[in-house]
C-alpha cells in the first residue's frame, strides 16, 4: 500500500541553524500537509499545500517556515533560523479528495534543537 | 476556534476487554472525523475516517461512531489485546481538505 516517506527520522541540530524535513507524499495525492507535535502536547496544524501554493496557515508558521515542492515528487519544511522550542516531531500529510479526505501520515521527523 | 476534547486520558485494561474512547468537538459544524493511532514516538495511523452524513464505521474489531449534534464521538474496541496499547488520537475537519484539530489522545494499555 502507498505511504508517506519522511527523511531524516532523526534531526539533530545547534540554534540557529537552517533545517529542511523532506516528504514525499502519496504519488496521486494533491493535498499536503505538515503538522508538529512538541513532546506530551496535541498534533498541530503548521502549513496546508495545493496546486503549488501555501492554501492556509497557522500562526505558528510565521517567517522562519517555508515550504516547497521543488519537484512532482518532494515536499519540503524549512526552518530557517531554528530556536530551542523548535523541538518537536514533525509529521507530514497528503490526502486525494476523490477518498473523501483521509489524511495520511508519514512516519515523523524528530527534530532536537540543542 | 474547534477544540477537541479526549477522554479518559489514559486507560488501562486486561486483555479481552470491550472499550470505549471518548471524543468531543464544540464546534459541531464539522466535515468529518478521523481516529488514528500512535505508538509510542511513532507516526500517526489512519484508522477509521467518518464523514459528518454518517453514524458509523467499522474496520474489524474497531467501531467508530459520530453523533454531531452533540458533538461527540466514540471508538469502541472489541475483544482487545496487548497489541492494541498506544495512544488514540480523534481529529476533525471543519471543511474539506482543511488542516484537522486534534485532541490530546487517550492512552491504552492493555494487560495481558
Known amino acids: 500500500e502507498p505511504e508517506v516517506t519522511q527523511t531524516p527520522s532523526h534531526q539533530v541540530t545547534q540554534m540557529g541553524q537552517e533545517v529542511i524535513l523532506r516528504c514525499v507524499p502519496i504519488s496521486n495525492h494533491l493535498y499536503f500537509y505538515w503538522y508538529r507535535q512538541i513532546l506530551g502536547q496535541k498534533v498541530e496544524f503548521l502549513v496546508s499545500?495545493?496546486?503549488?501554493?501555501?492554501?492556509?496557515k497557522s500562526e505558528i508558521f510565521d517567517d522562519q517556515f517555508s515550504v516547497e515542492r521543488p519537484d512532482g515528487s518532494n515536499f519540503t519544511l524549512k526552518i530557517r533560523s531554528t530556536k530551542l522550542e523548535d523541538s518537536a516531531m514533525y509529521f507530514c500529510?497528503?490526502?486525494?479528495?476523490?477518498?473523501?479526505?483521509?489524511?495520511?501520515f508519514g512516519p515523523g521527523t524528530r527534530l532536537t534543537v540543542l | 476556534k474547534q477544540e477537541v476534547t479526549q477522554i479518559p486520558a489514559a486507560l488501562s485494561v486486561p486483555e479481552g476487554e470491550n472499550l470505549v474512547l471518548n471524543c468531543s468537538f464544540t464546534d459541531s459544524a464539522i466535515y468529518n472525523l478521523q481516529w488514528f493511532r500512535q505508538d509510542h514516538g511513532k507516526g500517526l495511523t489512519s484508522l477509521l475516517l467518518i464523514q459528518s452524513s454518517q453514524r458509523e464505521q467499522t474496520s474489524g474489531r474497531l467501531n467508530a461512531s459520530l453523533d454531531k449534534s452533540s458533538g461527540r464521538s466514540t471508538l469502541y474496541i472489541a475483544a482487545s489485546q496487548p497489541g492494541d496499547s498506544a495512544t488514540y488520537l480523534c481529529?476533525?475537519?471543519?471543511?474539506?481538505?482543511?488542516?484537522?484539530?486534534f485532541g490530546k489522545g487517550t492512552r491504552l494499555s492493555v494487560i495481558a
Open positions: 499545500f495545493y496546486n503549488n501554493e501555501i492554501s492556509e
Open positions: 481529529a476533525v475537519g471543519d471543511t474539506r481538505g482543511t488542516p484537522l484539530v
Open positions: 500529510a497528503s490526502s486525494d479528495r476523490t477518498r473523501r479526505d483521509t489524511q495520511y
